[in-house]
């Protein structure tokens, strides 16, 4: 078989290596023997196919993972995939730049957006700040967001304070209804307001934000609706054009399990004018040769530049191929059972209080807890070495609280050892 250039991207680029690696022209790479599958559901035995998805990831039983609001483990195709096509592109000294369309074919399809719409950046920070330094913002302009923002969300917003004099306006969110967000938002709204973002999940205590409704009240008085997806999309079905914001950032290496340093930054179709991009290069125009009118190029893609790890972006296609083999809703359904689980019964220990809102339509799969004597850190220590619970110490706004997140190889039995361990806590410390 004779190899050329373009068979050997579509090779990588189809999920399985070993087809294109049985070429004469290079050796195979070492990919495992059986590429590893996906586990497909069937009614008949759905704890067969909860206990094939743990199977499928190599993350160890020791401690038990329940931080993947904070980084989330991968799978083994996912894993098969990006190693695969990272030791190929070695193998011919290529970038692999063409692996990115099929992909983003497949991650728009699954965001419910155009792929133009999409850009592959490195993280859900990468995108927040593509946003806040790529507006037309002047000194006084104001911006909305929620004072439980991560770094990633809030400081390339005090950067641009800090750069470009620009004023930031907080919101505390409100944990009993959508609407109570909705009016914390309206009633900080002046006529120097440009931009409103908010978390989709908060990262403190996993409160769903209403942003339909959000993005409904900023088109109507003509400001910028950015959302920060980090904790969303993997947890949660988003669909973005339907969501109606005009620009949505979010990690790959969280809920959706795709590699480290991935993540995806959306622009809606007409808005991409409105965003200037701070860097530019190879692959973000059309201009083989200088001098000349740089065009840039007509899509979200703009945003990317210079050379990537193709690896990385086959593998997160390859973790969004996995999700809906698996089911989107399915796997949301999963995570939020095994929350209202812990919302139930640790709001039932004394001295333990749950931050996480009560209302169905505010909450999804992370639940958020406060120790009436001890602080987060003591907590997080005391539930990791005597417990062996991996969760997140939150210490963000002073909240002094511990995080738990579940996900689709987390289980009953691990809800149980959750419990357990909580009750522990509020008699030991
Ligand atoms: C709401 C939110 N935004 C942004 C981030 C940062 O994500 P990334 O590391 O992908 O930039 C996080 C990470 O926890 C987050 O929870």
């Not at 993280?123 to 006084?140: K, R």
């Not at 039995?413 to 009750?423: S, Y």
């Given at each position: 078989?004779?190899?050329?250039?373009?068979?050997?991207?579509?090779?990588l680029?189809?999920?399985?290596?070993?087809?294109?690696?049985?070429?004469?022209?290079?050796?195979?790479?070492?990919?495992?023997?059986?590429?590893?599958?996906?586990?497909?559901?069937?009614?008949?035995?759905?704890?067969?196919?909860?206990?094939?998805?743990?199977?499928?990831?190599?993350?160890?039983?020791?401690?038990?993972y329940?931080?993947?609001?904070?980084?989330?483990?991968?799978?083994?195709?996912?894993?098969?995939?990006m190693?695969a096509?990272m030791?190929?592109?070695?193998?011919?000294?290529?970038?692999?730049h063409?692996?990115?369309?099929p992909?983003?074919?497949?991650?728009?399809?699954?965001?419910g957006?155009?792929?133009?719409?999409?850009?592959?950046?490195?993280?859900?920070?990468?995108?927040?700040?593509?946003?806040?330094?790529?507006?037309?913002l002047?000194?006084?302009?104001?911006?909305?967001f929620?004072?439980?923002?991560?770094?990633?969300?809030?400081?390339?917003?005090y950067?641009q304070?800090?750069?470009r004099?620009?004023?930031?306006?907080?919101f505390?969110?409100?944990?009993?209804?959508?609407?109570?967000?909705?009016?914390?938002?309206?009633?900080?709204?002046?006529?120097?307001?440009?931009?409103?973002?908010?978390?989709?999940?908060?990262?403190?205590?996993g409160?769903?934000?209403?942003?339909?409704?959000?993005?409904?009240?900023?088109?109507?008085?003509?400001i910028w609706?950015?959302?920060?997806?980090?904790?969303?999309?993997?947890?949660?079905p988003?669909?973005?054009?339907?969501?109606?914001?005009?620009?949505?950032?979010?990690?790959?290496?969280?809920?959706l399990?795709?590699?480290?340093?991935?993540?995806?930054?959306?622009?809606?179709?007409?808005?991409?004018?409105?965003?200037?991009?701070?860097?530019?290069?190879?692959?973000?125009?059309?201009?083989?040769?200088?001098?000349?009118?740089?065009?840039?190029?007509?899509?979200?893609m703009?945003h990317?530049?210079?050379?990537?790890?193709?690896?990385?972006?086959?593998?997160?296609?390859?973790?969004?191929?996995?999700?809906t083999l698996m089911?989107?809703?399915?796997?949301?359904?999963h995570?939020?059972?095994?929350?209202?689980?812990?919302?139930?019964?640790?709001?039932?220990?004394?001295?333990?209080?749950?931050?996480?809102?009560?209302?169905?339509?505010?909450?999804?799969?992370m639940?958020?807890?406060?120790?009436?004597?001890v602080?987060?850190?003591?907590?997080?220590?005391y539930?990791?070495?005597?417990h062996?619970?991996r969760?997140?110490?939150?210490?963000?706004?002073?909240?002094?609280?511990?995080?738990?997140?579940?996900?689709?190889?987390?289980?009953p039995?691990?809800?149980?050892?959750?419990?357990?361990?909580?009750r522990?806590?509020?008699?030991?410390?």
């Amino acid at each position: 078989m004779k190899t050329n250039r373009r068979t050997f991207i579509q090779g990588l680029g189809t999920g399985v290596v070993g087809a294109w690696a049985s070429g004469s022209v290079v050796a195979a790479a070492p990919a495992p023997a059986v590429a590893a599958s996906w586990p497909i559901f069937d009614a008949a035995h759905p704890a067969a196919f909860w206990r094939a998805v743990r199977a499928s990831y190599p993350l160890l039983a020791d401690p038990l993972y329940l931080n993947t609001g904070g980084i989330g483990p991968v799978a083994q195709p996912v894993l098969d995939q990006m190693i695969a096509t990272m030791y190929q592109l070695q193998q011919h000294s290529e970038t692999g730049h063409d692996l990115f369309e099929p992909a983003r074919v497949t991650v728009a399809k699954f965001v419910g957006a155009q792929s133009r719409e999409i850009s592959f950046v490195r993280n859900a920070t990468e995108g927040n700040c593509i946003i806040a330094g790529g507006l037309a913002l002047t000194a006084g302009d104001e911006v909305i967001f929620e004072s439980h923002a991560h770094p990633g969300g809030s400081f390339p917003w005090y950067n641009q304070a800090k750069l470009r004099g620009i004023t930031v306006r907080l919101f505390e969110p409100d944990s009993t209804s959508p609407e109570a967000n909705l009016a914390r938002i309206r009633a900080l709204i002046t006529p120097r307001t440009k931009v409103i973002q908010v978390s989709h999940i908060t990262c403190t205590t996993g409160l769903v934000m209403p942003v339909a409704a959000i993005a409904r009240l900023a088109q109507s008085q003509g400001i910028w609706f950015h959302v920060d997806g980090a904790q969303a999309v993997g947890m949660i079905p988003v669909s973005l054009n339907e969501l109606g914001c005009d620009s949505y950032a979010f990690s790959g290496h969280k809920w959706l399990g795709g590699p480290h340093e991935t993540g995806v930054f959306y622009i809606r179709r007409d808005r991409l004018a409105d965003v200037a991009p701070t860097y530019m290069g190879a692959h973000g125009a059309e201009l083989p040769f200088l001098p000349g009118d740089l065009k840039y190029f007509d899509g979200t893609m703009r945003h990317e530049y210079g050379t990537r790890n193709a690896g990385l972006i086959t593998g997160l296609a390859e973790a969004v191929r996995g999700q809906t083999l698996m089911g989107r809703e399915r796997i949301a359904a999963h995570g939020r059972e095994l929350a209202t689980v812990l919302l139930t019964e640790l709001s039932r220990i004394e001295g333990i209080t749950v931050l996480t809102p009560r209302a169905d339509d505010m909450r999804a799969a992370m639940t958020t807890i406060r120790h009436a004597r001890v602080g987060a850190h003591k907590l997080f220590t005391y539930l990791l070495d005597e417990h062996r619970l991996r969760c997140r110490p939150v210490t963000e706004q002073g909240l002094e609280v511990v995080r738990i997140s579940t996900h689709i190889f987390n289980s009953p039995a691990d809800c149980e050892r959750v419990i357990n361990g909580v009750r522990a806590a509020a008699r030991a410390l």
